[in-house]
C-alpha cells in the first residue's frame, strides 16, 4: 500500500478548531458532551482537563453532561459524571 502524504501534514485539531466558528468556549464543552455520548473515560479526562485549562467553570463541565442525559440516559452520564470528577478534584 502507498502512503498517503497528505495525512502526515495534517493536524486535525489544529485544523479543526481553527475552521470552527465556535469559539474556543463553546467548542470545549461540545467535547465533554461528545465524549461523555462516547463513553469514553480517557477522553472524558482530557476534555475536562481542556475546559478547565480554558478558564471552564466546574458547575458548566458538570452541566453538560447533565444535559446529556436525555440523549445518553442516566447511567451513562452518571458515569461521565465520575470520569469529570476525577479531573475536576485535582
Known sequence: M????IARSIKPDEE???ASPLDERVRRLVNIGIAAAAQSEG?????????KAAGIS??????????SITTIGFPRAMAAMSWADD????
Open 58 to 67: 466546574a458547575d458548566e463541565i458538570r452541566h453538560v453532561i447533565v444535559l
Open 2 to 5: 502507498g502512503s498517503i502524504p
Open 43 to 51: 477522553a472524558v479526562h482530557s476534555a475536562v482537563r481542556h475546559a
Open 16 to 18: 479543526c478548531h481553527g
Open 87 to 90: 479531573v475536576l478534584r485535582k
